[in-house]
């Protein structure tokens, strides 16, 4: 559908026209009035007063606080309910659909906060009779998330952009960043945000960004989910009926949208500097970022990012024609979207085994049209020295492959219970707040279990968001029995949520707890053995072991600096001793992988 206010591009004004019939309210004239077609974006105050008209305007809105986030100030949540119910159970019960937006998470990417707001305002005015689309869906809007980065506002955040003239900022008041942060919740904006999804539950879910990675003529591109990486139902609706009507609509309009432009290139670290006629491909959103994390609830999870080379009244029109186009399908195939995230749920609820790692298949591909810009390497006019660039009077369009196949690469079997000791008590409190069920142990007690052992793994080379990132986790199993408190929690893999629970409590998984330095103090030896200290036992121990003796006096003849070295010996029969600390690297989440009768309360 073409954008409503395509026509109108000086568009401060106040745009008369004649009301919907269906409207009770006596409204005809805009209720807000935005500026983006002169470069300009609201600031958070005037956002939040802006959707506060809209509420105190239309009865079929509402505007929700919701706790709070770093800046102290709540999260705002922006309800649109054509019969007037903001409950989201009986929403629920009643058959609807929630499609959920969220602004701002990068304030220094705003046109989904402009587009929304004049969403917001044209659905509740019913222009081009628009509200026809809330008939079987309810229309959520986070007005702005990073709050605090919505506040730092200055012409200077964003060294790409020429526009809006003054923009918010990527960190949040705590400098985080929140698109990174929605499994480790460091931030009370994730927290609140985490709270709000579980309460509404939305079927569809959209982040709006702005990207400045390769040039090319779209506005707009789409990161959707990823079609390996779910429930095949939600990926074949996907592939066969949602992403070929979306891209199919928006084509019609002003705006055609593609997959986002990732070159492939498998030669380069930055493929960002080769060039798209070699292939795009798609990639998996893990659970740290915003659609990775509602995937892992059954929510259909789309990003989009428009480009910040074009002007920003394009901007915000190809972000509200996508907005709208979203919401068309999610109204038209409703009863469809309700019934498969049912039925994905039941069956994950079931499912055994979990992908948890994917790899790019390289040999399948599809063809997309693609149109570029020639590139290459250009002599810098503020160094001299050569760099990749766009030459934006030389455009081309020619059919490209396009990569969207993924193969997994670990695939892990659900125990029937993970045991958490109560001593981890921030997973306790993610979990809670996921709204997973548990249940605790009623006595001190032993349990035979299975357990890893974490044999090896990698730290990202630099901080992120606060951590060093646990990357190529080598495990080793082992079956132990334990001694649990009273109070220790066991939660049952047959959950709706089942992907949330594996991906996070799995070490091996790329945005799981373990990654995120949960469990980092269970990697540090705390009693170890002294030079001197040990001695006694260490001969005691020899002495005891003929065995092992002959080994170690073996080794100390076949490697001479082995055999000069004390420390190195003493080390050599601590870790094969009983004095060898076993709960080190002892990974400290627990596997029960029968239905045993555990006792809890
Ligand atoms: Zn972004």
Redesign the pocket.
């Known amino acids: 559908m073409k954008s409503i206010l395509k026509s109108v591009p000086g568009l401060v004004l106040v745009t008369i026209f004649i009301f919907s019939s269906c409207n009770t309210n006596t409204i005809s004239e805009d209720v807000i009035t935005l500026n983006y077609a002169n470069n300009v974006t609201p600031g958070y105050y005037q956002v939040i007063e802006m959707y506060q008209q809209l509420a105190n305007t239309f009865k079929e809105a509402k505007l929700i606080e919701y706790g709070t986030t770093d800046a102290g100030k709540p999260l705002h949540l922006f309800v649109i309910s054509k019969n007037k119910d903001f409950k989201p159970e009986s929403i629920k019960k009643d058959g609807k659909t929630i499609l959920l937006i969220n602004n701002g998470?990068?304030p220094g990417?705003p046109c989904g906060i402009d587009a929304s707001l004049q969403f917001a305002n044209d659905i509740l005015l019913n222009k081009n009779n628009l509200k026809i689309n809330l008939d079987n869906t309810v229309l959520c809007i986070i007005p702005v998330y990073n709050v605090g980065g919505a506040l730092n506002r200055s012409h200077y955040h964003r060294t790409g952009h020429k526009s809006p003239k003054e923009s918010g900022f990527r960190g949040n008041a705590k400098n985080l960043d929140l698109?990174r942060d929605f499994v480790k919740c460091d931030t009370k904006n994730a927290v609140t945000f985490t709270t709000i999804f579980h309460e509404w539950k939305p079927n569809v879910f959209l982040d709006t960004?702005?990207?400045n990675g390769s040039d090319h003529q779209y506005t707009q591109t789409l990161i959707a989910p990823q079609h390996n990486s779910m429930h095949p139902i939600h990926g074949k609706f996907l592939t066969d009926v949602m992403l070929p009507e979306l891209y199919e609509n928006m084509k019609k309009g002003d705006y055609e949208i593609i997959p986002y432009v990732k070159p492939f290139d498998p030669s380069s670290e930055n493929s960002y500097d080769s060039s798209p006629k070699n292939g795009i491909l798609s990639y998996i959103q893990t659970a740290k970022f915003s659609s990775g994390y509602t995937q892992l609830f059954n929510c259909l999870g789309f990003m989009t990012?428009n480009h910040i080379y074009k002007s920003y009244y394009d901007r915000v029109m190809s972000a509200y024609d996508f907005i709208n186009e979203l919401l068309i399908f999610t109204n038209n195939h409703s009863d469809e979207i309700f019934e498969n995230k049912k039925q994905v749920s039941e069956m994950i609820s079931q499912q055994e085994d979990f992908n948890l790692t994917h790899t790019l298949d390289t040999t399948k591909y599809n063809y997309i049209e693609f149109k570029g810009y020639e590139a290459g390497m250009l002599k810098s006019t503020v160094t001299g020295v050569e760099r990749y660039g766009y030459d934006l009077t030389k455009p081309y369009t020619q059919e490209i492959k396009y990569y969207d196949y993924y193969k997994p690469t670990l695939i892990i079997k659900k125990p029937a219970y993970y045991v958490i000791p109560q001593a981890w008590n921030e997973i306790i409190e993610r979990f809670k707040l996921n709204k997973i069920e548990m249940k605790q142990l009623s006595k001190d007690t032993a349990l035979t279990v299975e357990v890893y052992y974490i044999e090896n793994f990698e730290d990202e080379r630099r901080q992120n968001n606060g951590h060093r990132v646990h990357r190529n986790v080598e495990v080793k199993k082992d079956v132990q029995q334990i001694n649990y408190y009273k109070g220790d929690y066991v939660v049952e893999v047959n959950q709706a949520w089942n992907r949330y629970i594996v991906e996070m409590l799995e070490p091996q998984a790329p945005d799981g707890f373990f990654a995120w330095n949960f469990f980092d103090p269970c990697l540090e030896s705390r009693e170890y053995f002294s030079s001197y200290g040990f001695e006694a036992n260490a001969l005691k121990y020899l002495n005891d072991h003929p065995v092992f003796k002959a080994e170690f006096e073996k080794k100390k003849q076949d490697d001479p600096e082995f055999a000069e070295n004390h420390r190195a010996q003493l080390a050599y029969i601590y870790y094969n001793s009983e004095w060898n600390e076993v709960s080190y690297k002892r990974y400290p989440v627990t596997r029960i992988n029968d239905n045993v009768a555990l006792p809890i309360l």
């Open positions: 998470i990068h990417e698109n960004h702005t990207t990012e």
